[in-house]
């Protein structure tokens, strides 16, 4: 390792993960969610894998995020589901990026980036289901639809799919699953009737966990993220059979021996009880070691485990070895599959009350991602 750290990603993890999908998908289609760098996993080679593992398609947050994929010459169909006004439409229709919309404003300014450049924009209408989020609600719905077929028969739009996200579906059994798979039924009748439903139109709703828990929200086409990474949805249900793709691991930086009673990090937090060995760990708050995990979170070191000994700093924080030999340079692992007795991304989310989700897409940019 010729940095102080380094995200490995096992790209045979992800395509293995997404072919895992595709079986529990029954013959929909998949469009892998890479938003967030691929959820911190390296935008490009993460896509790459997604589409050698089985996905057709692939999905980003904004159209920046699409853009770097065409730029990087990734042909597949990519939708940008999360539109603001002003965005370059343009530039998005040009590199074939297909665009969602939830309201009338950002269909009527995709219909004029398509009338600028002579392109056709292949557009999903979002409904929300009960997200709460995105998507037109019920009572917008129908006039969405109307405004896409007069665009569509201006010949400035195509509609190509139909869509809504869960609010609930790493909740097993939340009622607000059946409740926004009606909605979602409702709303793809009130498309059928506008005539905005062919065939052709690609229905989507399940993320992740629906697609491992919710066999109803199928449709054309499913959009795993989360899991196509290796990390579980519904974490409760177990781990599907996934491979954790991400290895974080940072070289020891400095380790020296001291006496008991040594104030450790910032604010003195931690206080040696005995004349110890310190190691010294080149990761901070500012690549994504939450401040939070102070005191909490540990990291595989010396082949034992180690809690972060005080304060995480900006771009280091401090393990207590005890008598346990430790060498500048010696490697330790924060998280990875668990193979070898390092804790999981799922230890470190489950230890600071928050999700793998964050876990992994928070790691900074000052970690290479190493494949
Ligand atoms: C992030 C996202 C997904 C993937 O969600 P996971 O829970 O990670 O599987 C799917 N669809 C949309 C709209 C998203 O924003």
């Not at 409760?236 to 290895?247: C, H, I, Q, S």
């Not at 330790?332 to 070898?340: A, E």
Request: net charge negative; glycine share 12%.
């Amino acid at each position: 390792m010729a940095t102080p750290a380094e995200a490995r990603v096992d790209l045979g993890a992800i395509r293995y993960n997404v072919a895992l999908l595709k079986e529990r998908a029954g013959g929909a289609e998949l469009m892998g969610a890479v938003k967030a760098d691929a959820y911190g996993h390296g935008l490009v080679p993460a896509a790459k894998a997604v589409l050698e593992g089985g996905a057709s398609r692939l999905g980003t947050a904004f159209v920046r995020e699409a853009l770097a994929l065409r730029e990087a010459g990734v042909t597949a169909p990519v939708l940008a589901w999360l539109l603001t006004p002003g965005e370059p439409l343009e530039r998005a229709l040009l590199a074939d990026v297909e665009l969602s919309a939830s309201s009338v404003g950002l269909l009527d300014e995709i219909a004029a980036a398509a009338r600028a450049t002579g392109r056709t924009a292949g557009v999903h209408l979002e409904a929300d289901s009960g997200m709460g989020r995105g998507g037109a609600p019920p009572t917008a719905w129908p006039g969405l639809l109307a405004r896409a077929m007069e665009l569509r028969a201006e010949g400035v739009i195509e509609v190509v799919g139909l869509w809504s996200h869960f609010a609930c579906s790493d909740i097993p059994r939340h009622p607000a699953i059946e409740q926004q798979l009606e909605t979602f039924e409702t709303a793809l009748k009130l498309a059928e009737q506008a005539g905005a439903a062919g065939s052709h139109v690609i229905r989507h709703l399940a993320n992740s966990a629906a697609i491992l828990d919710v066999p109803a929200a199928r449709f054309d086409l499913v959009r795993p993220g989360i899991a196509m990474y290796g990390l579980s949805p519904i974490p409760e249900l177990g781990d599907f059979g996934l491979r954790p793709a991400m290895t974080l691991v940072a070289k020891v930086a400095l380790v020296k021996r001291v006496p008991e009673g040594s104030g450790v990090s910032y604010g003195h937090l931690y206080v040696t009880d005995h004349e110890t060995t310190l190691g010294l760990i080149p990761l901070g708050y500012a690549d994504g070691i939450l401040r939070h995990a102070t005191g909490r979170a540990e990291v595989l070191a010396g082949g034992r485990r180690r809690k972060i000994a005080g304060r995480v700093c900006m771009d280091q924080f401090v393990i207590d070895m005890g008598d346990d030999p430790l060498s500048p340079g010696d490697e330790v692992v924060l998280f990875g599959p668990g193979d070898q007795g390092e804790p999981t991304a799922q230890e470190w989310a489950d230890t600071l009350g928050t999700i793998t989700h964050e876990i992994v897409t928070r790691i900074g940019s000052r970690v290479p991602r190493v494949y």
